[in-house]
T-cell receptor, first 115, second 116 residues
Framework: KAGVTQTPRYLIKTRGQQVTLSCSPI?????VSWYQQTPGQGLQFLFE???????NKGNFPGRFSGRQFSNSRSEMNVSTLELGDSALYLC??????????????FGPGTRLTVT | AQTVTQSQPEMSVQEAETVTLSCTYD???????LFWYKQPPSRQMILVIR??????QNATENRFSVNFQKAAKSFSLKISDSQLGDAAMYFC?????????????FGTGTRLQVTL
């Protein structure tokens, strides 16, 4: 089974621009979550999508938005970029196992640098 | 709100030795899941092991095992026969078993060094 893929892997943007990141989950996984990782704040939950609906949202400003398509692929958008948005953005896909537990796997991340 | 605490910012172990990474969490829920993730320099988050709170038996995956103490809200990771490839950041994470949301709450991580 192919893992979670994220594109692009690296991105450099200028303050004030907007950016769109993409995530393709593991086949069969319908839940996609996004996390921001920075040295200062650690790993923080952004939002989760399930069957094209936002199911949960973290404490981030409205400049951060996302969506999910019918094939479970998800995109995350950040508008009016700020220097503090420089981070590693991780996507994770999740599904319930036959044993009743949850498996949640991460993609390789997109490294966003805002200059 | 749930919190996860990793009190050891850095740990060091010699190759072939055993090391234990600590994690405590705070929750009022009785149904939840706990995970250990490894993040090597490549930054890829790799699932190491998971524990369901309703299971009393500690999870084991090859050289990795956990000591899950539900009453103490403690979830430590033991790595046996440490290898150079085990060097990485290790994150403890909590997921609620209530409802359907997939949100993970992470600790701040422990950097593990493996020496010859």
């Amino acid at each position: 089974k192919a893992g979670v893929t994220q594109t692009p892997r690296y991105l450099i943007k200028t303050r004030g621009q907007q950016v769109t990141l993409s995530c393709s989950p593991i086949s069969g996984h319908r839940s996609v979550s996004w996390y921001q990782q920075t040295p200062g704040q650690g790993l923080q939950f952004l939002f989760e999508y399930f069957s094209e609906t936002q199911r949960n949202k973290g404490n981030f400003p409205g400049r951060f938005s996302g969506r999910q398509f019918s094939n479970s692929r998800s995109e995350m958008n950040v508008s009016t970029l700020e220097l503090g948005d420089s981070a590693l953005y991780l996507c994770a896909s999740s599904a319930r196992t036959s044993g009743g537990s949850y498996e949640q796997y991460f993609g390789p991340g997109t490294r966003l640098t805002v200059t | 709100a749930q919190t996860v605490t990793q009190s050891q910012p850095e740990m060091s172990v010699q190759e072939a030795e055993t090391v234990t990474l600590s994690c405590t969490y705070d929750t009022s829920e009785s149904d939840y899941y706990l995970f250990w993730y490894k993040q090597p320099p490549s930054r890829q988050m790799i699932l190491v092991i998971r524990q369901e709170a309703y299971k009393q038996q500690n999870a084991t995956e090859n050289r990795f095992s956990v000591n899950f103490q539900k009453a103490a809200k403690s979830f430590s990771l033991k790595i046996s026969d440490s290898q150079l490839g085990d060097a990485a950041m290790y994150f403890c994470a909590y997921r609620s078993g209530t409802g359907t949301a997939s949100k993970l709450t992470f600790g701040t991580g422990t950097r593990l060094q493996v020496t010859l």
